[in-house]
């Protein structure tokens, strides 16, 4: 049996396109004020990198909505999209320089507004670090899943240049 570690702040510590592939496979864990742990293994995730990167909140600079991005690498950064879908990020990366990873899909739970939602995430976990934090984490079992990359997806605002990045990572199929 392997022992199970749970992502330190060094993991996080990283640029985005090193941390969101290392993602793959890994389990997020909300543990529920009831003590309820809710765990899933993270199938996808998408990488945003800086203000230069047209698809990032980041783009326009730190105003108050990309605020988050600029924290100290494994602030949890939840947003609202198309009004009901809770988004969940994790910064990465140095300080003041903003970059982030979402949390696309789970193992049953495809898209990221369903699988935050599965896994009872909401705007009062941002800002939180999730390193360290008893009512959410991340473990690694150490395990490993082949992924593949893919172009982000719902940014087709940012141009055919950013829309086109390969950086989303998808577990192989296979695999789960």
Sequence with gaps: MQKIRILDAEFFDRDCLVVAPDLIGKILVHKLPDGT???????ETEAYRGEEDKACHASKGRTKRAEMLYHKSGTIYVYICYGSNHMMNVVTGEEDHPQGVLFRAGEFHKGPGRFTKALQITKVLNGQSIV???EIWIEDDGDFYSWHT???VGIDYAGDIWKNKPWRWV???QEY
Excluded at 37 to 43: A, D, G, S
């Design 150 to 152: 893919e172009k982000r």
């Design 37 to 43: 742990e809710l765990r899933e293994r993270i199938t």
């Design 171 to 173: 577990m192989d199929e």
């Design 132 to 134: 360290k934090n008893p």
